[in-house]
């Protein structure tokens, strides 16, 4: 029983309707705190990479492999994290908050699920997987101590995830990013005390993270429970039923799955991405680095195309569920157009200023000029990158997740084979940087078609 006090502290928050009102106001509204939160969690990778990268070029890839894996991880917290954004989503916009109750217990138990087995999985098989990158022994013993530690923090990280996807749907965007922001705080205090005064390298990077992400649980935890409560309270943990279950993995499992795959195809790009640096002269690690951490610099043009699409799906998923197709395309046409300034705004940023920017994470100069070179050519794609994660958001949003799923596997697995081709004939590490960057357009390209062909078919279904 909760006592006197505690009731009086518990606040219930009022989802917001996205059936009603300015759509742009609505859009921006929700998309800023979504974009500022994903931009935190690059923050977190970007904080370790700056101050590991005073260390050499060799911690910066010892990270840079591990960062892969939670990529990967982050991928499939999707299945919960999309999941609970369209099916709350959906159930708010036809006013059934008991079903949006319920469907915020089964995601938030089966990401705990899901957070122990993927643990587990990575503790038994790091090794194997360092192994496939072909880097120096003392590489991967830095990469394996890194992984262990950060193990530690993935159920606090697939339940904090979940949380804020339970927001997201809600339309309370704002919720995730407080709790995101005060994580990086800690994360960025931490960083420099650990890996410096301490002498703990790239241990203390890992702990630094581990600890910031048991301290988003647990505000997490307290704003679901007592701060901002959801649909009158719901229980956290449930026994599964499979009524909800499959609609949960019906509309998350794709998104999940076309992610992780991408991050396969990434891992198979940083092996050629070694052995090309190998044969250009330079050490293996170099390639990794570049790919790994030019990656993540890039998110700083994906986290705001993902903010968009996330508000996007937020919006269209309440009006779907209501039959307001007009909402639903207006809501698109300003994600477009938004996406489309900022991506104009990465290009000039990556093609003119690439070896500077990268020089700010890693300051080793033969390691920010193949950095440079990255940025440079994947400088290009980045508009029509952006506007296929917009058009994602809109088909998460009324519940087709396939179509961006076959979109993104087909265009990513297709680097594999002309990857494999360009190494093949002696190109060197820029044929896969053009590969990456063409393959983006590509995909960008399809989903825009895509979009113009479906477009009357989903006006239809909107307004049965």
Not at 3 to 23: F, W, Y
Not at 262 to 278: K, T
Request: proline share 3%.
């Amino acid at each position: 029983m909760l006592s006197l006090q505690q009731e009086k502290n518990r606040q219930v928050a009022q989802a917001l309707n996205l059936t009603v009102g300015d759509v742009r106001k609505q859009l921006v509204r929700i998309a800023l705190p979504i974009m500022g939160t994903s931009f935190i969690h690059m923050a977190y990778s970007f904080t370790d990479m700056a101050w590991l990268g005073r260390l050499g070029s060799e911690a910066v890839a010892a990270v840079g492999v591990v960062s892969v894996l939670i990529w990967l991880a982050y991928s499939i917290s999707y299945i919960n994290k999309t999941g609970s954004e369209v099916t709350v989503g959906q159930s708010l916009g036809q006013e059934q908050q008991d079903r949006a109750a319920h469907y915020a217990s089964h995601n938030i138990t089966i990401s705990i699920l899901i957070s122990l087995v993927l643990g587990l999985i990575y503790f038994l098989f790091g090794r194997n997987i360092f192994a496939f990158y072909k880097l120096s022994p003392e590489v991967e013993e830095l990469s394996f101590s890194y992984l262990k530690i950060v193990l530690l923090g993935f159920p606090c990280t697939f339940f904090s995830i979940t949380v804020s996807g339970i927001y997201n749907g809600s339309g309370l965007s704002h919720i995730p990013f407080k709790v995101a922001a005060s994580g990086l705080v800690l994360n960025m205090i931490l960083d420099p005390l650990l890996i410096f005064v301490l002498g703990w390298g790239t241990e203390g990077a890992a702990w630094a993270t581990t600890i910031s992400q048991f301290v988003v649980f647990w505000l997490s935890y307290y704003y679901i429970r007592h701060k901002a409560q959801l649909f009158g309270g719901f229980p956290l943990l449930v026994h599964l039923r499979w009524i909800y279950v499959r609609e949960i993995l019906r509309i998350g499992l794709p998104v999940a799955i076309l992610n992780s795959l991408f991050v396969f195809v990434s891992i198979f790009l940083g092996r050629q991405a070694s052995s090309a640096a190998i044969h250009s002269g330079l050490p293996g690690h170099i390639g990794v680095a570049t790919l790994t951490t030019g990656g993540q610099l890039e998110g700083l043009t994906w986290n705001t195309s993902q903010g968009f699409a996330t508000a996007l799906s937020s919006i269209v998923a309440q009006n779907y569920a209501a039959g307001k197709p007009d909402r639903i395309f207006l809501a698109y046409k300003y994600t477009l157009m938004y996406t489309s300034i900022f991506g104009g705004l990465g290009t000039l940023l990556f093609v003119f200023w690439g070896s500077q920017f990268y020089s700010l994470i890693v300051p080793e100069p033969m390691a920010y000029q193949a950095g440079g070179v990255y940025l440079r050519i994947i400088g290009f794609s980045q508009l029509l990158m952006m506007c296929e994660i917009a058009t994602q958001g809109l088909f998460y949003g009324c519940g087709r997740s396939m179509p961006p799923a076959i979109i993104s596997i087909v265009g990513n697995y297709l680097r594999i084979p002309v990857a494999i081709y360009c190494i093949n004939r002696g190109m060197g590490l820029e044929a896969i940087w053009w590969i990456i960057s063409i393959s983006s357009m590509f995909k960008g390209s399809v989903a825009l078609f895509w979009m113009f062909i479906l477009r009357k078919k989903l006006l239809h279904r909107v307004s049965l």
